[in-house]
DNA sequence: TCAAAAGTGTTCTTATTACACCCATGG
DNA sequence: CCATGGGTGTAATAAGAACACTTTTGA
């Protein structure tokens, strides 16, 4: 058995879709594989767990080698194991999301030039081995979480504009028919863990907007008041 | 060792957190262990993953070994990973939960006797391994999922009462007010995919209560029409 | 002065909550 | 005839949905 065959008798990997907003579309961040399996083809970046590493840390470890970015919101969401999914052998993978602020992504730092790229979720197709099918398990789990937790933020620049924040939740969600706009400013400020900054918007040919800032201890007192985040 | 040999000390498991209900109570089945390590302690019913045998087959497998059951509602909650989690080398497992009617399980078979029990939730502490963490994720799950999908009927027998139905859902709640009879009464059936049995219980000191039966066709045609099961 | 997005309240409709008494049966 | 749980409706409140115009800015 050759050493390749070997590595991959039974191993497991984790493997990460990292999700961004550029303020229109949500995105993903794909690599285009550089060996076989799949050599030229894109997929969602991964690699195997190392024998002495937490799985969490080492969807960690993937997103910072990509991105050079820590402390990202990072979340567990399925393990696919077909026995097939792996052409070289039993590869079973701990998918992951994580969100990240876009604008921190320096574009494809020296190391992966070329080889990552940020693309919209509606386009990505085709990816290699089960891919497509754990994205849509990731996706699925964001729509849901994102209307029940403040994670919409995790997308945002730490000061944003109620604008950008109803975009983020119409890319996510996709609904047949977007927020009202008022009633989505409404619910989100009564909330209370929005807060005003003194500054708006600047460099618009138009009425600049406020913009406002998630206050994490005021959601903390919201959660402790018995309220619960439902979007 | 060489790093590629350390690949190879890994192993992956299942672990199933198998819900019955009993008319009063939730409970689950654990087993005794009978070989080290944690000889003699609790722990969540599992084994290790078959090389040719896909993830969800190897949770099924583990749940009909143990009773005998196929075909029953099986859903894949969290993988748990840590270095350490087992003292034997590096083992992750894939947790899962099952629903079973409890009334369809002749209760501890002839291989298993004296070593499977069914334990209230609320009793269960000190399991093997990271067993209380997993039962506390797939508790936690439960509790959602039962609000946002029809998985209560998984736990009774085809034919029940709206009370029992009810016990079912405080008990898996356990929220701190029981849910009000009628207001729960008005609700699930106006979602429509109950129907009335021509039956009514037998051999109880009270007025009798009709049956009913949850019909999976019309609960389709309920989710096309728009609506979603919410309680 | 125009274009472009920001900002702002009210009404209507629907869903949720709270709540108490009579009924049917077996013992 | 008593004890036990089964079965039922209404009114008050809260939440969600629908909807259009004025304001501020830069070009």
Redesign the interface.
């Known amino acids: 058995m050759s050493?390749v065959e070997?590595?991959f008798?039974?191993?497991?990997s984790v493997d990460n879709v990292i999700f961004g907003f550029d303020g229109g579309d949500l995105k993903i961040l794909l690599i285009q594989r550089g060996a076989a399996p799949y050599k030229g083809k894109w997929a969602l970046p991964g690699d195997?767990?190392y024998?002495?590493?937490?799985?969490d840390a080492a969807a960690a470890r993937v997103l910072e080698q990509l991105t050079g970015l820590k402390e990202v919101y990072l979340e567990?969401v399925?393990?696919f194991?077909?026995?097939n999914r792996h052409p070289l052998g039993?590869v079973?993978t701990?998918a992951y999301f994580s969100l990240i602020k876009i604008s921190n992504y320096t574009v494809t730092p020296a190391s992966f030039a070329q080889s990552s790229q940020w693309v919209n979720v509606s386009d990505v197709e085709d990816l290699a081995f089960d891919h497509d099918e754990i994205l849509a398990s990731c996706l699925a789990r964001l729509k849901r979480k994102v209307r029940t937790a403040p994670l919409g933020f995790e997308l945002l620049p730490p000061k944003f504009t109620l604008s950008e924040l109803q975009q983020l939740y119409d890319s996510v969600l996709n609904l047949p028919k977007k927020l009202d706009k008022r009633n989505f400013r409404k619910k989100i400020l009564s909330m209370g863990f929005l807060v005003e900054c003194d500054e708006v918007q600047e460099g618009v040919a138009h009425r600049p907007a406020k913009l406002y800032s998630f206050d994490r201890e005021k959601y903390e007192e919201f959660l402790n008041e018995g309220y619960v985040f439902d979007l």
Request: charged fraction near 25%; aromatic fraction near 8%.
């Open positions: 050493e070997s590595f008798k039974s191993a497991f195997l767990v024998p002495n590493e937490d799985l567990q399925k393990t194991g077909s026995v039993r079973i701990i």
